[in-house]
C-alpha cells in the first residue's frame, strides 16, 4: 500500500519520474541486446540504450495538446467569424457566452488531450467527498459531520501530465493529490483527473463561485445526490436544467442507498430518472448518448466499481473535452437563437422596391415634369406650324400684360416641404419593410441605414429634377414639319397675295376681278387653322411619346438616387445578416451549399431565414461596393 503523494512542487507542477526509476525491464533488456549484438564495449551500448528509452517515455509522458475534429473546428470557426461580424450590431452581453465558449475551446485545445478532467459536485450531506475518497482508494479528502466539509477544489491525478489542466483551474499544489496505486491499477484510469468542489448549497459565498467557475472548465461532471436532496429544486432549476445539453458529459449518482430499506433504492432511482427526463436531459439507456444514471453506496462500496468501470470507459475514449466543447456551443447557439433566428420570411420584395420607387417619383414631379414635357412639345409645334397672325397676337399679348407666371412664393416652398415629406415617409416605409421578420438587433441597423442615406435624398432629387428631369428647351422636331411650315407660310401668301390684289383693285392699279382676290383670300383664311389644326392633331402621338420618355427619364433617375442612397445600404445590412445567419447555421452543425447564381442561390437548410434584395441592388452605384452589391441582386433563403 503505497502512502498518499502530496504534489507540491514549484508553480504546482508535478516532479517527473526521476531517470534511475527507468531503468527497468525492457529498457535493460534492450541494453543487454544492443551489448552483446552491436558491442564489445558493453559501457557505451548501455549508455545509448539507456538514452533512447528515456527520451521514448519522456516523449510519451508529455501531454499533447487537444485535437477537435472537422466538424467541431468547423462550428467553432464559424462561431467566431460570427462574433466578428456581429460584434458591430449586437451589445457585449449578448455575445459574452459565445465569446466565453471560443475562449474555453481555445484554452482547452492547448492542453492534454491524455487527460479528462471529472469534477465531483453535490449538495451539502450527499457524501461525495466520501465517494471521493472511494474512488481514489485513500481518504484525500475531509469527509464529516461538520458542514461545509469541502473549502476549496482539491484534485487527484491518476497521472502525470496535467499540472497545465490544474494551474487553468487554479488549484495551487497543496491541493493536489495522487490516488492509491496498487499493484496492478486500471490502466483505463490513466488519464483521470478527478475534482472534489465544495458544496453548490453552501452558505458561504466563495464555496458556491469555486462551484460555479470549476463547472465551466471541467470536461465532465459527477453530481452525487441523496435520497433526501434528489429532488431539491435548486439543484434541477439551478444546474441540472441549464446544463441539459450537456448529458453526454454529465453522470448522476444516487449515494447512500445503504440507507434505503428494500426496493426503495429501484424506486427513487426510477424517480430520479423521470426528474431528470423533466429537466430536459437525455439518459444514456440501451446504448444512446447521453446521462449516466448509477446507484451506490460510497460508504459500504456498492455500486462504486460500477461507477469506477463507466469512468474508465469514460476516459478511455478521451472524447469527453471536445463533447463538453460541442455541448457549449449548443448552449451558446440556443442562447443567439432570438438574435439569428427570423420569425417569417424577411428583405425588400419587388413590390416594395416598385412601391418606393413610385413614392420618389411622386415626390420629385415625374408625372408633373412629363406633363411639362409634352406641352412643351405641343407649344413648340403650335409656334411652328401656327398662323403668324395668331403668333403675332399672342405675342403682342404677352409684351402688353408681361411676366404674370409668378405667382405667390409660398406655393413653390409648401410644394418643397410637401416633397420633402413624401420622401421621409418613402424611406421610413422602405425602412419598415425591410425589417419586417428580422431580429431586433437586425432590424435596428437596417433601420439607421435606411435614415442615414435618406438624410441628402430630398436634396439628390431636387438637383435631379433641376438637371435631368426637366425638359430640353428645344423639343426634337418630326420630319414633316418643315413641310407644314412650308404649307402654312404658303396659306399666309395667299392672303397677303388675295389682299394686294383686291388693294389693288380699290385703288384702280388693277382690273376689276373680285372673284380670284376673294378665293385666294379665303384659301388662305381658311387653309392656314386647317393646317394648324391637322399639324396639332399630327403632334399629338409624338407629343405624348416625349412626354412619356421625360417622365420615364426622371422616374429612373430618382429611383437610381434612392436606389444608390438607402436601397443600397439596406441590401448592404441584409447581406451582412444573411453572411452572418450562414454561420449561425454552420455553428448549430449544419452545412451551408455555395452561393450560386439565380433567386434559389441562397438556401441555407431548414433553421435558415428568407430575404431577398432584389436586382435592383446592383444598379447606378459608383466604386466597388456598387460593383459587389450589384452582384447580390437576388438573396433568397427559405426558413421557419
Given at each position: 500500500m503505497t502512502a498518499v503523494t502530496d504534489h507540491t512542487g514549484s508553480g504546482g507542477q508535478e516532479p517527473a519520474p526521476e531517470s534511475p526509476e527507468i531503468d527497468t525491464a525492457n529498457g535493460a533488456d534492450g541494453a543487454e541486446e544492443a551489448e552483446e549484438s552491436a558491442w564489445d564495449d558493453g559501457l557505451i551500448a548501455r549508455r545509448f540504450v539507456e538514452e533512447e528509452v528515456r527520451t521514448a517515455r519522456e516523449e510519451d509522458s508529455r501531454p499533447r495538446g487537444l485535437t477537435y475534429d472537422a466538424a467541431l473546428k468547423a462550428r467553432l470557426d464559424a462561431l467566431r467569424e460570427l462574433v466578428g461580424l456581429s460584434r458591430t450590431r449586437l451589445d457585449g452581453g449578448t455575445l459574452?457566452?459565445?465569446?466565453?465558449?471560443?475562449?474555453?475551446?481555445?484554452?482547452?485545445?492547448?492542453?492534454?488531450?491524455?487527460?479528462?478532467?471529472?469534477?465531483?459536485?453535490?449538495?451539502?450531506?450527499?457524501?461525495?467527498?466520501?465517494?471521493?475518497?472511494?474512488?481514489?482508494?485513500v481518504a484525500i479528502s475531509d469527509t464529516g459531520v461538520r458542514r461545509p466539509t469541502t473549502a476549496a477544489p482539491l484534485a487527484c491525478s491518476w497521472s502525470d501530465g496535467a499540472a497545465a489542466l490544474l494551474d487553468r483551474l487554479s488549484i495551487p499544489g497543496r491541493l493536489r493529490r495522487r490516488p492509491l496505486q496498487g499493484p496492478d491499477p486500471d490502466p483505463r484510469l490513466a488519464g483521470l483527473v478527478l475534482i472534489d468542489l465544495p458544496d453548490h448549497d453552501s452558505a458561504a459565498l466563495e464555496h458556491r463561485e469555486h462551484v460555479e467557475r470549476m463547472l465551466g472548465l471541467v470536461d465532465a461532471v459527477i453530481w452525487v445526490v441523496d435520497p433526501e436532496k434528489y429532488a431539491d429544486a435548486v439543484l434541477h432549476e439551478?444546474?441540472?436544467?441549464?446544463?441539459?445539453?450537456?448529458?453526454?458529459?454529465?453522470?448522476?449518482v444516487l449515494n447512500q442507498t445503504d440507507r434505503l430499506p428494500g426496493d426503495s433504492a429501484d424506486l427513487v432511482l426510477d424517480d430520479l430518472r423521470r426528474l431528470l427526463d423533466e429537466d430536459g436531459i437525455?439518459?444514456?439507456?440501451?446504448?444512446?448518448?447521453?446521462?449516466?444514471?448509477?446507484?451506490?453506496?460510497?460508504?459500504?462500496?456498492?455500486?462504486?466499481?460500477?461507477?469506477?468501470d463507466a469512468l474508465g470507459q469514460f476516459v478511455d475514449e478521451r472524447g469527453a473535452a471536445a463533447r463538453r466543447i460541442a455541448a457549449d456551443l449548443d448552449a451558446a447557439a440556443a442562447k443567439l437563437k432570438p438574435v439569428y433566428s427570423p420569425g417569417r420570411r424577411v428583405g425588400l420584395s419587388e413590390r416594395a422596391r416598385e412601391e418606393f420607387a413610385d413614392r420618389l417619383a411622386e415626390a420629385v414631379g415625374a408625372g408633373a415634369a412629363g406633363e411639362a414635357a409634352e406641352r412643351a412639345w405641343r407649344r413648340g409645334a403650335n409656334k411652328a406650324c401656327g398662323t403668324p397672325w395668331l403668333r403675332l397676337w399672342r405675342w403682342y399679348e404677352a409684351q402688353r400684360t408681361g411676366p404674370t407666371s409668378v405667382q405667390a412664393e409660398s406655393a413653390p416652398v409648401d410644394e418643397e416641404a410637401t416633397a420633402r415629406q413624401r420622401v421621409e415617409q418613402a424611406v421610413r416605409t422602405v425602412g419598415d419593410e425591410a425589417v419586417s421578420g428580422l431580429p431586433a438587433p437586425?432590424?435596428?441597423?437596417?433601420?439607421?441605414?435606411?435614415?442615414?442615406?435618406?438624410?441628402?435624398?430630398?436634396?439628390?432629387?431636387?438637383?435631379?429634377?433641376?438637371?435631368?428631369?426637366?425638359?430640353?428647351r428645344k423639343p426634337p422636331r418630326p420630319g414633316w414639319w418643315p413641310m407644314a411650315v412650308?404649307?402654312?407660310a404658303l396659306m399666309t401668301l395667299l392672303q397677303v397675295v388675295g389682299g394686294l390684289w383686291l388693294f389693288g383693285q380699290v385703288v384702280g392699279v388693277a382690273e376689276p376681278n373680285l372673284i380670284a382676290p376673294v378665293l385666294l383670300m379665303v384659301a388662305g383664311i381658311v387653309g392656314g387653322p386647317c393646317v394648324e389644326w391637322a399639324c396639332r392633331m399630327a403632334a399629338r402621338g409624338p407629343a405624348r411619346r416625349y412626354g412619356q420618355e421625360a417622365e420615364r427619364s426622371l422616374r429612373e433617375a430618382a429611383a437610381a438616387c434612392g436606389r444608390q442612397r438607402v436601397l443600397d445600404p439596406v441590401a448592404a445590412e441584409l447581406l451582412r445578416y444573411r453572411e452572418v445567419r450562414e454561420q449561425y447555421v454552420r455553428v448549430l452543425g449544419g452545412g451551408v451549399p455555395p452561393m450560386g447564381s439565380?433567386?434559389?442561390?441562397?438556401?441555407?437548410?431548414?433553421?435558415?431565414?428568407?430575404?431577398?434584395?432584389?436586382?435592383?441592388?446592383?444598379?447606378s452605384v459608383g466604386g466597388s461596393a456598387g460593383a459587389a452589391l450589384g452582384r447580390v441582386t437576388e438573396l433568397s433563403t427559405t426558413g421557419r
Open positions: 459574452a457566452e459565445a465569446g466565453r465558449v471560443l475562449d474555453q475551446a481555445a484554452a482547452r485545445r492547448g492542453l492534454s488531450e491524455r487527460h479528462t478532467v471529472v469534477a465531483v459536485a453535490g449538495a451539502t450531506g450527499s457524501g461525495k467527498s466520501t465517494l471521493f475518497n472511494a474512488l481514489a482508494g439551478r444546474y441540472l436544467r441549464p446544463l441539459a445539453g450537456h448529458a453526454e458529459v454529465t453522470f448522476v437525455a439518459l444514456g439507456e440501451h446504448g444512446e448518448p447521453g446521462a449516466t444514471v448509477l446507484a451506490l453506496s460510497a460508504l459500504t462500496g456498492e455500486g462504486v466499481g460500477e461507477l469506477r437586425w432590424a435596428h441597423a437596417v433601420r439607421d441605414a435606411a435614415a442615414r442615406g435618406g438624410e441628402g435624398l430630398p436634396e439628390a432629387l431636387d438637383e435631379l429634377a433641376a438637371d435631368a428631369g426637366q425638359p430640353a412650308l404649307v402654312q439565380g433567386a434559389g442561390s441562397g438556401v441555407l437548410g431548414p433553421v435558415t431565414g428568407a430575404f431577398a434584395v432584389g436586382s435592383a441592388a446592383g444598379g
